[in-house]
C-alpha cells in the first residue's frame, strides 16, 4: 500500500518538477525548474542507495508503527527556527510537501535557533522510529554523536540548506545552497557596480552584518565575499544580526555610532536589511541606488524585492527556500532503492535593483 502511493506520488511529482523520464534533478525555483547541480567532484558524491536502501528497508521493518500510520512514510523535520521571511517560506515548501494526500506523516519541529535542542529532537525522531530524518543544521558542528545514533538505527538522514561538519558518511544526502558562491557574486557585483559608476578607484569603507555565527550560511557568505574585495576596499567591521530585523537594527544602529564614513553595507539576509534600513534612516541617512550607502542583501524574498523597488536595497543575491519538493523527491528514490546524487546544489541568481520592477510579480516567495 505504502510502496503504491509512493510511485503514483513519485510520477506526478516527476510530471509537476522535471517531466517522467529526464534524469537530472530538479527543483522549483522561484520561476520555474532550475537544474540542481552535484559539486563536479564526479561519481564519488554518488551514494549508491543500494546500500541505502538495505538499511532503510531493515528500518521500515523495524520502526513499523503499531499506531495504524504505518502506510506513511514518517518524515520528522528538525527546523532552524522561523527568524527570516526565507526560513517561513522554507517551512511552508515543507508543510505543503509533506503532507498525509502526498503519502507522509510529518513530524515538524521549530527548533528556536538553539542547537541544543536540534539535538535532542533529532534524538526524539530517532526514539520515535521516524522513517527518515530532516535536518537544517543550525551551525555546522556538534551533530556528529546524534548522527552517528540515528545511522546506528538505520534511519537516513537528509540534510537541507545549511551544512554541517560531521563525515558525510554520517548523512545520506545533502541539498542546499552554495554560501560561498553566494558571497563571491555579492562582490563581484559590487565591482561591476563601482565600474559601471565610474567609482572603481574610489576606497570604500564596509561594514558587514552578519547572520547567526556558525551557520554555513554565515560562514560561505562571509568568505565568499571576504576573499573577493578589492584592493581598495576596507572592512570596517563584522558583527552578527543573527538572520532577524531586531538583530540587523541593532548592530546598524551602533556601526553608525561608531562609524561616520560607512561607503557599503552588506546584509547577509533580507529581514537584517529591513532593520538596518530602519537604522539608517532613523539616523537622518540613506541607501539604495540613490542613497548615501550602497545596501548589498541576500535571500531575494519577495520583501527583498519591494525594498528594491523602493530604492532601498541595491542588490538582492537569490538564495532559494522551496527545498520540500526535491526532498520529497529524494525520499522517493531512497523508498525505490534509486541513486541520488550525495551532494546538490540549488540553482540561484543575482538581482539588482534595476531588475526588480519587472521580476517581482513572478516570485514565489
Ligand atoms: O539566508 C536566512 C535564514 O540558511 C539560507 O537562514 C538560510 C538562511 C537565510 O534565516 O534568511
Not at 537569490?318 to 525505490?336: D, H, M, T
Request: hydrophobic share 35%; aromatic share 6%; proline share 2%.
Amino acid at each position: 500500500m505504502r510502496k503504491r502511493l509512493l510511485a503514483a506520488l513519485t510520477c506526478s511529482m516527476m510530471v509537476l518538477v522535471t517531466g517522467c523520464g529526464n534524469d537530472d534533478m530538479t527543483v522549483l525555483t522561484p520561476n520555474g525548474p532550475a537544474l540542481i547541480k552535484d559539486d563536479g567532484s564526479g561519481s564519488s558524491n554518488s551514494v549508491s542507495t543500494k546500500a541505502t536502501q538495505k538499511t532503510t528497508t531493515t528500518t521500515k521493518t523495524d520502526t513499523k508503527k503499531s499506531s495504524g500510520s504505518s502506510d506513511l512514510v514518517h518524515v520528522g523535520f528538525a527546523q532552524v527556527g522561523s527568524e527570516s521571511d526565507w526560513r517561513l517560506a522554507q517551512t511552508d515548501s515543507m508543510k505543503s510537501t509533506f503532507t498525509e494526500g502526498n503519502g507522509y506523516q510529518f513530524d515538524f519541529v521549530d527548533c528556536n535557533n538553539d542547537q541544543q535542542k536540534q539535538v535532542e529532537t533529532i534524538q526524539k525522531f530517532i526514539d520515535d522510529k521516524v522513517d527518515y530524518i530532516v535536518l537544517d543544521p543550525i551551525v555546522e558542528d556538534g551533530y556528529d554523536d546524534v548522527l552517528k545514533k540515528a545511522q546506528d538505527a538505520g534511519i537516513p538522514v537528509i540534510v537541507v540548506d545549511r551544512n554541517i561538519s560531521a563525515s558525510d558518511s554520517l548523512y545520506t544526502c545533502w541539498v542546499g545552497s552554495n554560501f560561498v558562491k553566494e558571497g563571491e557574486d555579492a562582490a563581484k557585483w559590487l565591482k561591476e557596480y563601482l565600474a559601471s559608476e565610474g567609482r572603481d578607484s574610489e576606497s570604500l569603507n564596509i561594514v558587514t552584518i552578519s547572520g547567526t555565527t556558525g551557520a554555513s550560511a554565515q560562514l560561505g557568505r562571509s568568505e565568499g565575499f571576504n576573499n573577493n574585495m578589492a584592493g581598495n576596499w576596507t572592512l570596517l567591521d563584522e558583527q552578527s544580526g543573527d538572520f532577524n530585523e531586531d538583530g540587523g537594527r541593532a548592530v546598524m544602529t551602533a556601526f553608525l555610532a561608531q562609524y561616520d564614513d560607512i561607503d557599503v553595507v552588506v546584509c547577509q539576509n533580507d529581514n537584517e536589511a529591513y532593520g538596518a534600513i530602519d537604522a539608517i534612516q532613523n539616523a537622518g541617512k540613506s541607501c539604495g541606488p540613490n542613497g548615501d550607502m550602497i545596501m548589498i542583501s541576500f535571500d531575494a524574498t519577495k520583501g527583498g524585492f519591494e525594498r528594491m523597488v523602493a530604492g532601498e536595497i541595491n542588490v538582492d543575491v537569490e538564495c532559494n527556500p522551496l527545498e520540500g519538493p526535491l526532498v520529497s523527491e529524494l525520499i522517493q528514490k531512497l523508498e525505490k532503492g534509486e541513486t541520488v546524487d550525495k551532494i546538490q546544489y540549488v540553482e540561484e541568481g543575482v538581482y539588482p535593483a534595476d531588475t526588480a520592477a519587472d521580476i517581482i510579480d513572478s516570485r514565489a516567495y
